[in-house]
């Protein structure tokens, strides 16, 4: 696994990619690559947004990747942050029967993450929320 710290900001997104993609087999179907990205996409912003409180340095708003193939081969991407402990796990599922306009706000992300994802886990340890998700190539 190769870890990076990233700002968790909104602009840090890009390098947040290149560095995924660096670390992805050169011969990745798109479509595979495709859902790593929006799942990639839909945590780090989440961190960016949610994470810490708006009032807090920038120097202390970060978010932590590791990422790597395992020993199963599967792509691995486990993000890590210390700001306020949140399971995104826990939430329920947002009903897609329902149209846009009649279902609740938010959850479609975490939501499509599982559905792509071969398995996303979480736990909070040593002050630290540890979101792990994994593709299996």
Do not use: W
């Not at 992805?24 to 495709?34: A, S």
């Not at 799942?39 to 780090?44: D, G, H, L, Q, Y």
């Amino acid at each position: 696994m190769t870890t990076k710290e990233f700002a968790a900001t909104d602009e840090s997104m890009c390098a947040v990619n290149d560095f995924v993609h660096s670390l992805l087999p050169q011969d990745c179907p798109d479509n595979t690559l495709c859902q790593i990205d929006v799942a990639v996409e839909e945590i780090f912003i989440n961190i960016a947004h949610y994470a810490y409180c708006a009032n807090e340095s920038e120097e202390k708003r970060k978010a932590f990747i590791d990422c790597g193939i395992d020993e199963k081969g599967a792509f691995t991407v486990v993000f890590r942050d210390f700001g306020k402990k949140f399971n995104p796990l826990a939430k329920e599922d947002p009903d897609i029967t329902l149209s846009a306009e009649e279902r609740n706000i938010g959850g479609l992300g975490i939501f499509l993450t599982k559905k792509f994802m071969t398995s996303v886990t979480y736990e909070y340890k040593d002050s630290q929320n540890i979101l792990t998700i994994k593709k299996q190539l």
